[in-house]
């Protein structure tokens, strides 16, 4: 799960983690550019979107892949329903929390790039806003796993910060370096094969 301001570096992040772990890389701001033409960001708009996000999530657990939930994960209440759905499947939730100052997540999230892949989707946010995000953020508290990583850094130094707290949480053996990582240790494997079955599911969406 991704905590963070707008602009932090959610994105950037999860893209390439998911690369590196071979993890299904569910992106919220993409779910809503291609079912929205054009984005109203209400109530009914953002219960649509998290929806799906959360049955995409439980489709790919149930078919043993990891998840990267790449989504503000901004409320405690929304993380502990996340907690539960990892849980009923059989997978450890671990949130990503990106710090970065709030001037410079505010001048990122103002002047995106749709060129480039991680702002292809993303939202320019005025300032309005973008206080209203970051006030109502609640912070990820002692009793929940969270790793801590720099938004400023490069993603070599974040990924070897969330290799760590997977290490020390268990998910992933301490012979498995940051440059040859396949599968953490969360994911349900096939009986006696050492891989994953990725025919099991297969989710598109539709507008």
């Given at each position: 799960m991704m905590y963070g301001y707008p602009g932090s570096g959610k994105t950037y992040f999860a893209r390439q983690l998911c690369e590196n772990f071979q993890?299904?890389?569910?992106?919220?701001?993409k779910i809503r550019a291609?079912?929205?033409?054009?984005?109203?960001?209400?109530?009914?708009e953002n219960d649509i979107i998290n929806s799906l996000m959360n049955y995409m999530s439980e489709e790919f657990l149930t078919a043993g892949m990891s998840v990267v939930y790449d989504m503000n994960v901004a409320r405690s209440g929304q993380r502990r329903m996340l907690k539960s759905l990892a849980s009923k499947n059989g997978a450890t939730p671990v949130t990503v929390w990106i710090?970065?100052?709030?001037?410079?997540?505010?001048?990122?999230s103002t002047n995106r790039d749709r060129?480039?892949?991680?702002?292809?989707?993303?939202?320019?946010?005025?300032?309005?806003?973008f206080?209203?995000?970051?006030?109502?953020?609640?912070?990820?508290?002692?009793?929940?796993?969270?790793?801590?990583?720099?938004?400023?850094?490069?993603?070599?130094?974040?990924?070897?910060?969330?290799?760590?707290?997977?290490?020390?949480?268990?998910?992933?053996s301490s012979d498995q370096t940051n440059d040859k990582i396949i599968k953490p240790g969360m994911v349900n494997l096939i009986p006696n094969s050492g891989r994953v079955d990725y025919s099991r599911r297969n989710i598109s969406i539709r507008q």
């Open positions: 993890a299904a890389h569910l992106q919220a701001d291609e079912l929205f033409s054009e984005p109203r960001f209400d109530k009914q710090q970065v100052d709030q001037e410079t997540a505010y001048l990122r060129r480039k892949t991680d702002d292809k989707y993303a939202v320019n946010w005025d300032k309005k806003h206080h209203q995000i970051t006030t109502s953020m609640q912070k990820p508290t002692t009793s929940e796993d969270y790793a801590v990583i720099s938004g400023k850094h490069l993603f070599s130094m974040q990924q070897s910060a969330v290799v760590r707290k997977l290490r020390d949480l268990g998910l992933i």
